[in-house]
């Protein structure tokens, strides 16, 4: 059995500042997406982007991740406690951020950027996809960091106990989301997006690909308190994941059915 370092969850101090390591996690995760996506301008010629789109396209995507996985937690989470005390919305030091959320205000977002530059929709997610797991992984690593989101109990080898939690060994699911969510996602369509792709095909490479992992972990996954489990013994992180595969697999055949096929 292992047991959580129980990091501190302050980085370092600025005074009266106090820096914490996931806030850190979040500008470790767009430094990353601006680095690679920038190599990615460089080095693949098939790419349409210019540096400039990039950072355009993030400042509006770190606005989308912040509103909407704020606003995503209110409502998939906490719907009926926020109604009673609307103005807790505002209260981001008490955490709550949801990935969905987050997710959607990105692709709304990045809807009004495409409209307002009258560019496709589509190929500024394609470029986005396959960025994105450098950010779901550098989160992880700070839900690791600050032993939240832990797992259900386990008595695996590498079962983990979380001493602000329990006694209990648990899986340390955290790191199974950066392993999948983060590594091998972002290795597969790294490698995928390396030759042009049908428009779509990328995005829907990763909603399929980040829906069936997250569905998977979530089964590790100690389920919110307040929620439990819902229909099926399904976690809310699951029915969520689910709409986001049958969209990619709409969005794949979509993508693929006007490409000629080799004889």
């Not at 129980?6 to 390591?21: K, M, N, S």
């Not at 010629?45 to 912040?66: C, E, R």
């Not at 959607?104 to 496709?120: C, D, E, K, N, T």
């Not at 590594?183 to 399929?208: D, E, H, N, T």
Request: positive net charge; without cysteine; aromatic residues 18%.
């Amino acid at each position: 059995m292992l047991i959580h370092p129980q990091f501190d969850p302050v980085a370092i101090h600025l005074g009266p500042l106090a820096v914490r390591w996931y806030g850190l996690m979040y500008l470790v995760a767009f430094a990353l997406v601006w680095a690679v996506g920038r190599y990615a301008i460089k080095t693949r010629p098939h790419s349409v982007w210019t540096a400039h789109d990039l950072d355009d396209a993030l400042f509006y995507g770190i606005l989308g991740v912040i509103l909407g996985g704020r606003l995503g937690y209110v409502l998939f989470y906490k719907f009926g406690e926020y109604l009673v005390e609307p103005w807790r919305v505002f209260f981001v030091w008490e955490g709550g951020m949801s990935f969905h959320g987050g997710f959607l205000g990105v692709i709304i977002v990045l809807w009004w950027y495409a409209h307002s530059r009258r560019q496709s929709w589509l190929a500024i997610t394609d470029f986005i996809a396959p960025l994105a797991p450098l950010g779901l992984g550098a989160g992880r690593l700070g839900n690791f960091i600050n032993a939240e989101l832990w797992g259900r109990a386990s008595d695996l080898p590498w079962a983990m106990m979380f001493p602000n939690v329990d006694r209990v060994p648990r899986h340390p699911s955290q790191l199974y989301e950066f392993a999948l969510e983060g590594v091998v996602l972002f290795v597969v369509l790294w490698w995928y997006a390396a030759k042009p792709r049908p428009r779509g095909a990328m995005s829907a490479w990763f909603l399929i690909g980040y829906g069936v992992f997250r569905f998977a972990v979530e089964f590790t996954r100690e389920p919110d308190s307040f929620l439990g489990l819902l229909a099926l013994n399904l976690s809310m992180g699951q029915w969520l994941s689910v709409p986001m595969v049958v969209a990619g697999v709409i969005l794949l055949w979509w993508s693929w059915r006007g490409v000629p096929r080799a004889s």
